[in-house]
């Protein structure tokens, strides 16, 4: 049986969550972002927004995520350096202390303890880049 993580849904779900951790930092500029993984009921991101979301900052988020989809964006993968991740995401507290627990060995950036050799990666897709160990 296939693993959820090994599964097209779990790539779907996860090239999602990135698209709309774009289209919320697209409305809101100054938003910190922590983590963001695929789940087992879907996908969620972790965000520090200047205040609530209304109904219409979630409309307009949906449908900007379907103008990011629609133009048909390649994730493109790239391995960093401790010190080039932290230049990339200086303004970005969360992403800081998750490059602080991937350089300690320990942290993967869910937040999850890890074995494996310490790999810092990032993707992108349009303007949006994002500390990210891939699919």
């Known amino acids: 049986m296939e693993r959820y993580q090994d599964s097209k849904l779990y ?16 409305k809101f500029p100054e938003a910190k972002i922590a983590i963001g993984p695929p789940i087992e009921d879907g996908f969620y991101y972790d ?3 200047p205040r609530p979301l209304t109904e219409e ?6 449908a900007r995520m379907r103008e990011i989809i629609s133009e048909g ?6 391995e960093v350096s401790a010190q080039e991740a932290r230049t ?4 970005q507290p ?11 060995g320990g942290i993967d950036e869910y937040g999850e303890k890890t ?12 303007t949006f880049e994002d500390l990210c160990r891939g699919p």
């Not at 900052?57 to 949906?62: G, R, T």
């Not at 074995?115 to 349009?126: D, F, G, K």
Request: net charge negative.
């Open 73 to 78: 964006h390649v994730f493109s993968r790239k």
């Open 88 to 91: 990339l995401f200086e303004d």
């Open 57 to 62: 900052d979630l409309a307009a988020i949906e």
């Open 115 to 126: 074995n494996e050799p310490v790999i810092i990666s990032t993707y992108t897709q349009a």
């Open 94 to 104: 969360y992403k800081i202390e998750l490059i602080e627990g991937l350089e300690q």
């Open 47 to 49: 965000f520090d927004l």
């Open 11 to 26: 790539r779907i779900r996860h090239s999602t969550a990135h698209v709309m951790a774009q289209a919320v930092l697209e």
